[in-house]
């Protein structure tokens, strides 16, 4: 898998579901068209959230984030870039 193909959504649970201290933007990696969804998704921190409480948003900035997500996310590795300079130059 290239890593540029991971990619992650930012969903955070509807108002109502929870109370407001636990609607944190929690990561969850974009649906794969080869595999077949499930009612649930699994957020990198391993929240499992039903699709039908979560609201989907454009970044993770809405509202605060969960931490433990923007730790565990994978980050993209750019290919072709050149090497580091050695240490001390
Ligand atoms: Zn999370």
Do not use: W
């Not at 109502?16 to 068209?33: K, M, S, W």
């Amino acid at each position: 898998m290239n890593p540029y193909d991971t990619y992650v959504m930012f969903v955070r649970l509807r108002q109502g579901v929870v109370g407001e201290r636990e609607r944190v933007v929690h990561v969850v990696p974009a649906p794969d068209a080869a595999i077949p969804e499930s009612d649930t998704l699994t957020a990198y921190c391993g929240a499992e959230l039903a699709r039908a409480d979560v609201d989907y948003l454009d970044s993770a900035n809405k509202s605060f984030p969960c931490f433990a997500c923007l730790v565990a996310v994978p980050l993209p590795v750019a290919p072709n870039l050149p090497p580091p300079p050695p240490a001390g130059v």
